[in-house]
């Protein structure tokens, strides 16, 4: 029944790869389709791999695709794995051209890369991050967060990527690229994904670091993202120049506390991304005070720190630096980060959620700048 058979294959093209996130038709992962005289359908479907952690959600979603056909009486799914060569070709096919390990987002690159900073720990940058590309995505934009706070990893499972005690998946390979798991529609790579245990100490230096920041960016394939967020340690260290030099075109968002005291750290961070070529186009100041049962707002950390860091990084420049918002203390965005449940779609009116949303509503309509302004010097 070849017009049929037809039918099912154009069904099958809404069937999409869950790592890939591109549909099994185009990704040539459909081996064959027949459909018999009485209607069954037999389906051959090609993994990427032995033991692909995506295979049954696949299988699933193929029988689901073939049963929804009118005249399918019946579905049949033969799985196999691709060849080598047809591995090579995916691969190829998928790089666009760009050689194996080659940096994805350059400065010609059209994706909007934003590398969120703080000048100290503990302020919720992590937690801002993840949310912040939630509700990115929400908006139907493509959207990836590298989790470059290699030492103090905590994306995936702020993401709800980890397991019952603690573990992240491992991200799938296909020869030398790798596939970021999926969170929300959010593509994420982090060093958590690659440690045996949540509590490993990842205790490296300047080099393994600049590698480990230039693999994610070179091996693992996030396709075409809108925009990608980087998740950086606390401070003005290695990752941050390493981010700077790989991505002088990223944009800085700065993340820091309501007090005064903090602004001076927070300004720092601001600094050295200038330094290395990059535009600060933001303050986002969390914990901003604990809104009470009468209505309200008690200052717990004070109040002010963040626009005095954006007035601060605005001085003697072109381009004020706004404070994009500020975000209240809030039990459920707490709560969200260690359950893994995003608050900005678990309780979107909660008003952490709705400030971060704000904050996204911003960023997402802001167009990247070519070409960029060339490095004013080489860190070393």
């Not at 549909?23 to 027949?34: C, F, H, K, N, R």
């Not at 029988?63 to 049949?76: C, D, F, I, Q």
């Not at 706070?149 to 499972?157: M, Q």
């Not at 709560?335 to 893994?340: K, N, P, R, V, Y």
Request: with cysteine.
């Amino acid at each position: 029944m070849p017009d049929l058979a037809a039918s099912v294959a154009r069904a099958l093209s809404g069937v999409l790869d869950p790592e890939i996130r591109k549909p099994i038709t185009e990704l040539d992962m459909v081996g064959s389709v027949a459909v018999a005289d009485d209607g069954h359908a037999t389906v051959g479907i090609k993994l990427t791999i032995v033991g692909c952690p995506a295979a049954d959600a696949i299988e699933r979603d193929v029988r689901t695709a073939t049963a929804s056909v009118p005249g399918v009486s019946g579905v049949t799914v033969d799985v196999s794995v691709m060849t080598p060569a047809e591995r090579k070709a995916l691969t190829e096919r998928l790089r666009g051209g760009r050689a194996a390990r080659a940096q994805q987002f350059g400065p010609d690159s059209l994706t909007r890369v934003y590398a969120v900073t703080s000048g100290k720990g503990g302020v919720g940058k992590s937690t801002i991050t993840a949310n912040l590309a939630v509700a990115l995505a929400e908006r139907g934009l493509r959207v990836g967060i590298v989790d470059a706070d290699v030492h103090g990893f905590s994306i995936p499972g702020i993401l709800g990527l980890t397991d019952e005690n603690g573990v992240a998946p491992r991200p799938t390979r296909v020869d030398d690229m790798i596939l970021p798991p999926v969170a929300y529609g959010v593509k994420v790579v982090s060093i958590g994904m690659f440690v045996d245990s949540p509590s490993a100490a990842v205790a490296w230096r300047g080099p393994m670091l600049h590698r480990t920041i230039q693999q994610f960016l070179g091996d693992v394939f996030f396709g075409d993202l809108d925009v990608l967020l980087l998740d950086l340690p606390p401070g003005t260290g290695d990752v941050a120049i390493s981010v700077g030099q790989l991505l002088p075109q990223a944009e800085v968002v700065v993340v820091t506390t309501p007090q005064p005291a903090a602004a001076d750290v927070a300004e720092r961070s601001g600094v050295v991304a200038r330094q290395t070529g990059q535009k600060v186009v933001g303050v986002i100041e969390n914990m901003a005070g604990l809104v009470q049962p009468d209505g309200s707002i008690l200052d717990l950390f004070g109040s002010g720190g963040g626009a005095e860091v954006a007035r601060r990084l605005s001085a003697g420049q072109d381009d004020e630096v706004p404070l994009l918002a500020s975000v209240p203390l809030s039990i459920p965005l707490r709560a969200g980060g260690d359950t893994g449940a995003p608050i900005v779609v678990t309780d979107p009116g909660d008003p952490a959620a709705a400030a971060i949303r704000t904050v996204a509503d911003r960023l997402a309509v802001r167009p990247r700048d070519l070409p960029r302004r060339p490095l004013p010097f080489s860190p070393r």
